[in-house]
């Protein structure tokens, strides 16, 4: 039974008058306005110092590390639109038979993203590959540190 209930019980026994009641369930109202708990989102905004290209392969034939400052992305973000223009055809033919379409991914938010340091998930692409050519697995991760 919650209080209010309670309260109303207690003015039809006539244990308390109406007024008193009323004066109960005031207090009571203002009590529970006084205890509720707005939850507000927050986010923490992060410092990331590095955007981070890593490729590897299992048998260790390519192992590329590009690490480049995040100061600098503010340059590459007002070209970030127009990178996806210098990728070979035949690759993004390559990467689309492989479910990678370059134009879905919008970097320039990305950039903003990771500058502002309100980027979700610091792991930004993590695509793994056979290659043939090499025998090995060829794993190719983005993201920021």
């Known amino acids: 039974m919650n209080e209010q209930q309670k309260i109303l019980e207690m003015i039809e026994k006539g244990q308390i008058t109406a007024a008193e009641g009323m004066e109960l369930l005031d207090a009571l109202n203002m009590t529970k306005e006084a205890t509720t708990i707005q939850v ?46 210098v990728v070979p055809p035949d690759a993004r033919r390559e990467m689309a038979s492989k479910g990678i379409d370059l134009s879905d991914i919008d970097f320039a938010k990305i950039i903003e993203e990771v500058i502002s340091g309100t980027l979700d998930d610091p792991n930004i692409i993590d695509v793994e590959a056979w290659d043939e050519s090499s025998q090995s697995m060829i794993k190719v991760r983005v993201y920021v540190d």
């Open 40 to 85: 507000v989102e927050t986010t923490t905004a992060r410092s990331y110092k590095f955007f981070k290209i890593k490729v590897t392969s299992d048998n260790n034939t390519v192992n590329v590390n590009v690490n480049i400052p995040i100061r600098l992305l503010t340059t590459i973000g007002e070209i970030a639109d127009r990178m996806t223009a």
